[in-house]
C-alpha cells in the first residue's frame, strides 16, 4: 500500500513539474489585439507578394498607395480582421487562425502574382468560372518562387510562432456559435453592404474603379477591396438612353460608304465576286521575333509572309489580350464587340453568350453560307461548343473529331500539341468536302505555338536557333525564344501552303489570318525588356500589335492596313472586298475614319499613333458611346437593330 501510494504521488508530482514547465501565456485578453495585428501585417505580406520590392519605396507604396487610398486598405483590413475572429472563434486556437486567414489571403496573393507576370492582370472574381482551363495551363507553365514569397512566409512563420503564446479559448457551444458566426455575419455583409455598394464605395470611400489598368487598382486599393469591388461589374449596366428608339437613331445614321483602302478591290475591282469563301485563321501567339533587336537566327523565320506581302493587305491587328485570352480575341474578330466595354479579363464566350448572338458567322449563313469552326484541342474549353453554335457556326471540329493528327511539342502538353501544318490540311480537307455551289464561311483557330516554351519540346536538328542577342537576355529565355520562333516559322509554313493551294482552285477564296496575343518567353518580360522591344509592362502597346494579313486568290494589290483593332478585323476585311455586313459593322467602318482602335485604354490614331489612358476628342467619344450603345443592344439587350442570330 505504502509502494502504492508512493507511486500515486509520484504520478502527481511528475504532473505538476510537466504542469510548471508549460509554455508562459499571454493574458486571454490579447487576443482582441493580436487580431487586428495579424490582419495588417498579412495584409501586408499578401502585397509585398504582389508587388514585390515595390512595397519598399516610400513615396510610390506607402503614401501614393496606401496613404492617398487609406480608406479602402481600411475596409479591407476591417474584412481581413473579421475572417481571422471567424476561424479563432470556430477552431479557437490563434495558430490556426493566423495559419487560415495567411492562405485566406496569400494563396490569392500568389495566383494575382503570376498572372500579372503571365498575362499582365490580376485575380479577379470571375476568374472562378475558368477554373479548370486555368489549372491545365498553369500545369504547363514553369512557375517560380520569388524572394518576396519566401520574405512574406519567414514573417507569417514569426506571427503563427508569437500567437502560439495566445491561451487555447474555452467555452461552450452557444458561446462558440455566437463567436465564429458574428464575424462570419459581419464578413458577408461588408461585402455585400460595403463592397458591392457602389454608392458606398464610390460616394463614401472614394475607391474608383480601374478596369483598364486592374494592376494600378490592386496595388492602390488593396487585394481585398479591389477584388470584391470588382464584383460590382459583373453585372453589366445598360448604357445611358438605351431604348429602341435610340438604338435605331444610331442605327438609321449609319450607310454606305466609300471603300476605306484605295488599292482595295472594293475601290478598284470589277466587283463580280459578291460570296467568296472567307476563311479565318487565328494563329496561336503569332508575332515576328524576328523584329527583336538584336536578336538573330540561322534562318529566315517568315519567308511565306515576305513572299505574299506585295500581293495582300498587311497590318497589325491590336489585341486585347497578352499570355492568353485566345477566346476573347476570337470573339472581337467574330462579333465586332470591344472587350474595352466589358469588364477587365472576363470571357464572353463563359460569361454572356448563352443563346443565339449576332456575329459575322449568323449573318453570312442569312446570306446562303455553311459555317464551320476549326481547332485543335477539347470543344468543351472556354465554352467553345456552345459559344460557336451560338454564334451561328453549323459544326465545330475539335481535337475529339480529329483522327490521328500531328502533334508535337509534348514538353508541357501530354502527347503535343496539334501542328500549324495538320490545322492547315483541316482546312483544306473541310474546304474540298464543302458543297461546290454553296459559299463557305471557315472560322480555325491553332494551338501548336501555345505557351509554355522550353528547347526540348524540338530535336535539335528541326529548332530554329538564336545565332546573337543582346546583353541582359538571359540564356534561359534564349532556349525558350528558339522554341517559340521555330513554333512563328510552322505558322509561315502553314500560311504558305494555304496560299499555295488557294491559288490553284476556281472558287474566289479570301484567307484572314492574325495572331492572338503575345507571350511571356522564358523569364517572364526578359525578351521584351532587354532588347528594348518593349517593356516590364504586359500592357505596352508594343506587345499588343500583332500581324493581319488578308489576301485572296482573286485581287493581288499590296494594301497597307496600319493598325487595326481585333474587333475590327471583319469591317476591315469586308471594305476591302465590298462584301456585305449589318448595320453595327458599318458603324465600325465609320469609326475607323476616328480611330483604329480603343483597347486596355489605348487609342489607336487613324495615322498609327498612339495615346495612352488621354481623354478622346469629343468626336471620337461621341463614337465611341454609339459603339457600345449597338454593342450592349446585341450582346446583353433586345436586338433592336434587329440583326440576324442563329435563331433566325
Same mark, same amino acid.
Given at each position: 500500500?505504502?509502494?502504492?501510494?508512493?507511486?500515486?504521488?509520484?504520478?502527481?508530482?511528475?504532473?505538476?513539474?510537466?504542469?510548471?514547465?508549460?509554455?508562459?501565456m499571454l493574458p486571454s485578453w490579447c487576443h482582441w489585439l493580436f487580431g487586428p495585428l495579424a490582419a495588417a501585417i498579412i495584409t501586408l505580406c499578401a502585397t509585398w507578394i504582389q508587388i514585390e520590392d515595390q512595397i519598399f519605396q516610400y513615396q510610390f507604396f506607402w503614401v501614393e498607395s496606401l496613404w492617398w487610398h487609406r480608406a479602402a486598405w481600411f475596409v479591407g483590413w476591417v474584412f481581413l480582421t473579421l475572417v481571422y475572429f471567424f476561424f479563432l472563434g470556430l477552431t479557437n486556437r490563434a495558430p490556426v487562425a493566423t495559419v487560415c486567414t495567411s492562405i485566406f489571403l496569400c494563396v490569392p496573393a500568389v495566383i494575382c502574382y503570376y498572372?500579372?507576370?503571365?498575362?499582365?492582370?490580376?485575380?479577379?472574381?470571375?476568374?472562378?468560372?475558368?477554373?479548370?482551363?486555368?489549372?491545365?495551363?498553369?500545369?504547363?507553365?514553369?512557375?517560380?518562387?520569388?524572394?518576396?514569397?519566401?520574405?512574406?512566409?519567414?514573417?507569417?512563420?514569426?506571427?503563427?510562432?508569437?500567437?502560439?503564446?495566445?491561451?487555447?479559448?474555452?467555452?461552450?457551444?452557444?458561446?462558440? $456559435?455566437?463567436?465564429?458566426?458574428?464575424?462570419?455575419?459581419?464578413?458577408?455583409?461588408?461585402?455585400?453592404?460595403?463592397?458591392?455598394?457602389?454608392?458606398?464605395?464610390?460616394?463614401?470611400?472614394?475607391?474608383?474603379?480601374?478596369?483598364?489598368?486592374?494592376?494600378?487598382?490592386?496595388?492602390? =486599393?488593396?487585394?481585398?477591396?479591389?477584388?470584391?469591388?470588382?464584383?460590382?461589374?459583373?453585372?453589366?449596366?445598360?448604357?445611358?438612353?438605351?431604348?429602341?428608339?435610340?438604338?435605331?437613331?444610331?442605327?438609321?445614321?449609319?450607310?454606305?460608304?466609300?471603300?476605306?483602302?484605295?488599292?482595295?478591290?472594293?475601290?478598284?475591282?470589277?466587283?463580280?465576286?459578291?460570296?467568296?469563301?472567307?476563311?479565318? $485563321?487565328?494563329?496561336?501567339?503569332?508575332?515576328?521575333?524576328?523584329?527583336?533587336?538584336?536578336?538573330?537566327?540561322?534562318?529566315?523565320?517568315?519567308?511565306?509572309?515576305?513572299?505574299?506581302?506585295?500581293?495582300?493587305?498587311?497590318?497589325?491587328?491590336?489585341?486585347?489580350?497578352?499570355?492568353?485570352?485566345?477566346?476573347?480575341?476570337?470573339?472581337?474578330?467574330?462579333?465586332?464587340?470591344?472587350?474595352?466595354?466589358?469588364?477587365?479579363?472576363?470571357?464572353?464566350?463563359?460569361?454572356?453568350?448563352?443563346?443565339?448572338?449576332?456575329?459575322?458567322?449568323?449573318?453570312?449563313?442569312?446570306?446562303?453560307?455553311?459555317?464551320?469552326?476549326?481547332?485543335? =484541342?477539347?470543344?468543351?474549353?472556354?465554352?467553345?461548343?456552345?459559344?460557336?453554335? /451560338?454564334?451561328?457556326?453549323?459544326?465545330?471540329?475539335?481535337?475529339?473529331?480529329?483522327?490521328?493528327?500531328?502533334?508535337?511539342?509534348?514538353? /508541357?502538353?501530354?502527347?503535343?500539341?496539334?501542328?500549324?501544318?495538320?490545322?492547315?490540311?483541316?482546312?483544306?480537307?473541310?474546304?474540298?468536302?464543302?458543297?461546290?455551289?454553296?459559299?463557305?464561311?471557315?472560322?480555325?483557330?491553332?494551338?501548336?505555338?501555345?505557351?509554355?516554351?522550353?528547347?526540348?519540346?524540338?530535336?535539335?536538328?528541326?529548332?530554329?536557333?538564336?545565332?546573337?542577342?543582346?546583353?541582359?537576355?538571359?540564356? =534561359?529565355?534564349?532556349?525558350?525564344?528558339?522554341?517559340?520562333?521555330?513554333?512563328?516559322?510552322?505558322?509561315?509554313?502553314?500560311?504558305?501552303?494555304?496560299?499555295?493551294?488557294?491559288?490553284?482552285?476556281?472558287?474566289?477564296?479570301?484567307?484572314?489570318?492574325?495572331? /492572338?496575343?503575345?507571350?511571356?518567353?522564358g523569364n517572364g518580360m526578359n525578351i521584351y525588356s532587354a532588347t528594348g522591344y518593349g517593356s516590364e509592362d504586359a500592357n505596352d502597346p508594343r506587345v499588343h500589335q500583332t500581324p493581319l494579313l488578308i489576301w485572296s486568290n482573286y485581287w493581288k494589290e499590296p494594301v497597307d492596313l496600319g493598325t487595326v483593332a481585333a474587333y475590327q478585323i471583319t469591317t476591315v476585311t469586308d471594305d476591302l472586298y465590298g462584301l456585305d455586313q449589318p448595320a453595327y459593322f458599318d458603324l465600325l467602318r465609320e469609326e475607323l475614319d476616328l480611330y483604329r482602335a480603343r483597347t486596355l485604354g489605348t487609342t489607336v490614331e487613324p495615322d498609327g499613333t498612339y495615346t495612352?489612358?488621354?481623354?478622346?476628342?469629343?468626336?471620337?467619344?461621341?463614337?465611341?458611346?454609339?459603339?457600345?450603345?449597338?454593342?450592349?443592344?446585341?450582346?446583353?439587350?433586345?436586338?433592336?437593330?434587329?440583326?440576324?442570330?442563329?435563331?433566325?
Amino acid at each position: 500500500m505504502e509502494t502504492i501510494a508512493k507511486s500515486k504521488v509520484g504520478t502527481r508530482s511528475s504532473a505538476h513539474e510537466r504542469v510548471s514547465v508549460r509554455r508562459p501565456m499571454l493574458p486571454s485578453w490579447c487576443h482582441w489585439l493580436f487580431g487586428p495585428l495579424a490582419a495588417a501585417i498579412i495584409t501586408l505580406c499578401a502585397t509585398w507578394i504582389q508587388i514585390e520590392d515595390q512595397i519598399f519605396q516610400y513615396q510610390f507604396f506607402w503614401v501614393e498607395s496606401l496613404w492617398w487610398h487609406r480608406a479602402a486598405w481600411f475596409v479591407g483590413w476591417v474584412f481581413l480582421t473579421l475572417v481571422y475572429f471567424f476561424f479563432l472563434g470556430l477552431t479557437n486556437r490563434a495558430p490556426v487562425a493566423t495559419v487560415c486567414t495567411s492562405i485566406f489571403l496569400c494563396v490569392p496573393a500568389v495566383i494575382c502574382y503570376y498572372k500579372l507576370q503571365l498575362r499582365g492582370e490580376p485575380f479577379l472574381p470571375w476568374d472562378f468560372a475558368q477554373a479548370s482551363e486555368a489549372f491545365d495551363v498553369a500545369g504547363k507553365v514553369n512557375l517560380w518562387v520569388t524572394k518576396s514569397m519566401c520574405g512574406a512566409a519567414v514573417v507569417l512563420l514569426l506571427l503563427t510562432l508569437i500567437s502560439c503564446f495566445l491561451p487555447r479559448l474555452r467555452f461552450g457551444w452557444v458561446r462558440w $456559435i455566437v463567436r465564429s458566426v458574428v464575424p462570419l455575419v459581419g464578413a458577408i455583409a461588408m461585402v455585400f453592404g460595403v463592397f458591392l455598394q457602389q454608392h458606398v464605395t464610390q460616394d463614401i470611400l472614394y475607391i474608383s474603379p480601374d478596369a483598364w489598368m486592374q494592376d494600378r487598382y490592386y496595388r492602390n =486599393y488593396s487585394l481585398v477591396t479591389a477584388f470584391f469591388t470588382n464584383m460590382q461589374v459583373m453585372q453589366v449596366d445598360a448604357p445611358e438612353g438605351y431604348n429602341a428608339e435610340h438604338v435605331q437613331q444610331v442605327v438609321n445614321g449609319t450607310g454606305d460608304s466609300e471603300p476605306y483602302f484605295a488599292a482595295s478591290y472594293a475601290a478598284k475591282g470589277d466587283g463580280t465576286v459578291k460570296k467568296p469563301t472567307v476563311i479565318y $485563321i487565328q494563329a496561336e501567339a503569332f508575332w515576328d521575333p524576328s523584329e527583336v533587336p538584336g536578336v538573330t537566327y540561322d534562318q529566315e523565320l517568315t519567308p511565306n509572309i515576305q513572299r505574299t506581302k506585295s500581293e495582300m493587305a498587311y497590318g497589325k491587328c491590336y489585341s486585347p489580350r497578352f499570355g492568353g485570352g485566345t477566346c476573347d480575341v476570337e470573339c472581337e474578330a467574330l462579333t465586332g464587340f470591344s472587350m474595352e466595354y466589358l469588364p477587365s479579363s472576363c470571357k464572353p464566350y463563359v460569361e454572356y453568350i448563352h443563346g443565339p448572338t449576332a456575329s459575322i458567322a449568323s449573318f453570312r449563313k442569312t446570306e446562303g453560307y455553311d459555317t464551320l469552326a476549326i481547332h485543335g =484541342y477539347y470543344g468543351k474549353y472556354w465554352n467553345r461548343e456552345e459559344a460557336y453554335a /451560338d454564334l451561328g457556326f453549323d459544326d465545330f471540329i475539335s481535337l475529339e473529331d480529329m483522327t490521328d493528327p500531328e502533334r508535337k511539342r509534348p514538353c /508541357d502538353w501530354e502527347g503535343g500539341l496539334v501542328t500549324e501544318a495538320e490545322t492547315g490540311r483541316q482546312i483544306i480537307s473541310a474546304f474540298e468536302n464543302k458543297d461546290a455551289d454553296t459559299p463557305l464561311f471557315m472560322h480555325a483557330v491553332t494551338i501548336q505555338n501555345h505557351l509554355a516554351y522550353t528547347p526540348e519540346n524540338y530535336p535539335d536538328s528541326e529548332r530554329v536557333h538564336v545565332t546573337s542577342a543582346p546583353e541582359g537576355v538571359t540564356d =534561359y529565355t534564349i532556349g525558350c525564344l528558339e522554341d517559340f520562333a521555330t513554333g512563328v516559322r510552322e505558322t509561315d509554313a502553314m500560311w504558305g501552303m494555304l496560299t499555295d493551294y488557294f491559288d490553284t482552285v476556281d472558287e474566289p477564296v479570301i484567307l484572314v489570318m492574325w495572331g /492572338d496575343h503575345y507571350n511571356p518567353i522564358g523569364n517572364g518580360m526578359n525578351i521584351y525588356s532587354a532588347t528594348g522591344y518593349g517593356s516590364e509592362d504586359a500592357n505596352d502597346p508594343r506587345v499588343h500589335q500583332t500581324p493581319l494579313l488578308i489576301w485572296s486568290n482573286y485581287w493581288k494589290e499590296p494594301v497597307d492596313l496600319g493598325t487595326v483593332a481585333a474587333y475590327q478585323i471583319t469591317t476591315v476585311t469586308d471594305d476591302l472586298y465590298g462584301l456585305d455586313q449589318p448595320a453595327y459593322f458599318d458603324l465600325l467602318r465609320e469609326e475607323l475614319d476616328l480611330y483604329r482602335a480603343r483597347t486596355l485604354g489605348t487609342t489607336v490614331e487613324p495615322d498609327g499613333t498612339y495615346t495612352r489612358d488621354a481623354e478622346m476628342t469629343p468626336e471620337q467619344q461621341e463614337m465611341y458611346e454609339k459603339q457600345w450603345l449597338l454593342q450592349y443592344d446585341l450582346l446583353f439587350g433586345k436586338n433592336y437593330q434587329d440583326a440576324p442570330t442563329v435563331a433566325d
